[in-house]
């Protein structure tokens, strides 16, 4: 029983193969997805499949940091409306990627902070992408985290571990993707070990990274999440089945699945 808590499901690499990538993945034991927007338009299409498969996509609303340039004067609103959509359970992603020039960092700053008042607002977690990034995004968060203790989750951490510490702190999970299981992550790998077990995640950011032994087949699914998982067993010494049990006892607590969202009328 795994849980895939980032896939990019919408994507049109998808679109002749969602119905058996989604068969594979009930197959394999993936009880349930975070199916995550990166544009308000990619956003309407992850609430969308959340409404074709209820209980098991979970939708993620929000405008990813390399997306931001390209954002319409509205499209903000339709997020904020977005997320009181039945499936929805998360904002992102956002963050900030300090990688790709798409967008100016003072833009994603913005984007950023809007996100991440609006899970202050609402209490739905964030999920936050990072891309030679960690520390602008640990900047960022400090200021709400030093006010209460943020809900959401660092979506393929690639961070040190002095960084996770942080992000633990500011009471983020954190989640590991295919990179994970490269033969050179050893660093990485060093990380995962030691992030408590009450806050580690597991996703597979399909259809990028698909994680050993399948590295560099595309497009990557969520039925390959047991790849990543099983990699951490190992270096975490731990039976896969306990592992599986508990991310994905983790992922639904931070989702919020099987219980009611807190009243959306707190401000901070
Ligand atoms: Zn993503």
């Not at 049109?12 to 349930?32: C, L, N, T």
């Not at 960084?163 to 990179?179: K, N, P, R, V």
Request: with cysteine.
């Amino acid at each position: 029983m795994f849980f895939d808590t980032h896939a990019h499901l919408d994507d049109s690499d998808f679109d002749p193969i969602r119905e058996q990538v989604i068969q594979r993945a009930r197959s394999a034991g993936v009880v349930g997805i975070v199916v995550v927007g990166t544009t308000a338009v990619s956003s309407r299409r992850c609430v969308e499949l959340a409404r074709q498969y209820p209980d098991y996509l979970h939708a993620a609303v929000g405008i990813q940091p390399n997306y931001v340039a390209q954002a319409e004067a509205d499209d903000w609103e339709k997020i904020s409306e977005m997320i009181l959509m039945p499936g929805v359970r998360a904002i992102g992603e956002t963050g900030l990627d300090g990688y790709w020039d798409d967008s100016p960092m003072g833009l994603q700053q913005e984007y950023f902070v809007k996100h991440i008042e609006l899970s202050v607002r609402s209490g739905r977690p964030l999920i936050i992408h990072m891309r030679d990034s960690c520390e602008e995004i640990i900047q960022t968060l400090r200021p709400f985290a030093s006010r209460r203790r943020l809900v959401g989750v660092m979506h393929s951490f690639t961070g040190t571990w002095q960084q996770a510490q942080t992000l633990l702190d500011f009471g983020l999970y954190i989640s590991f993707a295919g990179m994970v299981t490269f033969k050179k992550s050893n660093d990485l790998r060093d990380v995962a070990r030691r992030v408590p077990a009450d806050r580690l995640l597991v996703e597979t950011d399909s259809p990028y990274l698909s994680p050993e032994p399948m590295r560099g087949k595309k497009p990557n699914e969520p039925e390959r999440v047991l790849h990543t998982l099983r990699c951490l067993a190992r270096v975490r010494g731990v039976t896969e089945q306990e592992l599986a049990r508990t991310t994905t006892a983790n992922a639904k607590h931070l989702l919020g699945l099987g219980q009611c969202f807190r009243s959306s009328s707190n401000g901070y």
